[in-house]
């Protein structure tokens, strides 16, 4: 039978990346996804915003929602200060198959953990499978987390909405929480933009780029929740 992006992605992963550098693992994935064949990461140019905002936040609790093969869990991680929970959910299983064994491979595999108590000099990153909004209204009984200091949303489009809405009434977030949105112009979230643009309990902002691996718009919107 015939291998899947993800799978093929991997291959290439495999044979190309120098193991246990993360660095290396994403510059082959862009490498493949401009050369080879597309696939959704969030890429290298908007990557590199999405670097900068995160660098900026120094988050200590991240959730991601959407990991695909993890080309954004490897990029976010590699820049995460030490002791950080970074939580990425996939609610499909061969993305999720795929995506821990990118993780490992970048050697972030001892950093990967399902609870999180030992020590504080490594981050710790859960990758769950499974439904935003099975999964979102849990991460307090799962994982002990109150709030989110920063949420990369790049699942479904039409889920950003009410995730956040979710997120909100679930309290995960706190006054200063920085929520990155991608995709917001294409495919676009035009009911997420309208709320975050206007609804008081946000300040919020947009970073024009490109699709992933072309020169489409897109770009991503940066919210800070007010409270
Ligand atoms: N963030 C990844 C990156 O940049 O490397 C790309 C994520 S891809 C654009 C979106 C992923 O979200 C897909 O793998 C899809 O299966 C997953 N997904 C979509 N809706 C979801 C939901 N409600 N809960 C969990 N995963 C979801
Ligand atoms: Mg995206």
Redesign the pocket.
């Known amino acids: 039978t015939r291998s899947t992006r993800p799978q093929r992605l991997l291959r290439a992963v495999q044979k190309k990346a120098i193991k246990g550098d993360p660095q290396s693992v994403i510059s082959t994935i862009d490498y493949f996804c401009r050369h080879s064949e597309w696939a ?4 290298d140019e908007k ?1 590199a915003i999405l670097d900068s905002v995160v660098c900026e936040v120094s988050p200590s609790t991240a959730l ?10 490897v ?1 976010i991680a590699r820049l995460l200060p030490p002791g950080t929970k970074l939580i ?5 299983p061969d ?1 999720a198959a795929v995506a821990r064994q990118i993780i490992e491979y970048s050697g972030l595999q001892d950093k990967v953990r399902v609870l999180w108590t030992d020590g504080v000099n490594h981050i710790y990153i859960c990758l769950v499978e ?4 099975d ?1 979102i209204p849990k991460m307090q009984e799962l994982f002990g987390i109150k709030t989110f200091d920063f949420v ?1 949303l ?3 489009k039409d ?1 950003y909405l009410p ?1 956040t809405k979710l997120l909100e009434e679930c309290q995960l977030l706190r006054k200063g929480s920085i929520l990155l949105a ?2 917001v112009i294409c495919p676009g979230t035009p009911d997420y933009l309208e709320y975050v643009r206007n609804s008081p309990r946000y300040e919020s902002k947009y970073f024009k780029s490109h699709l ?1 691996y072309t020169k489409v718009e897109d770009g991503l919107e940066k919210s800070v929740f007010l409270g």
């Open positions: 959704m990461n969030v890429g990557g991601e929602l959407g990991t695909y093969c993890g080309y954004s869990t990029r990425t959910l996939e609610f499909n993305y499974g439904a935003s909004g999964l990369f790049d699942h479904w889920r995730d991608d995709n992933e």
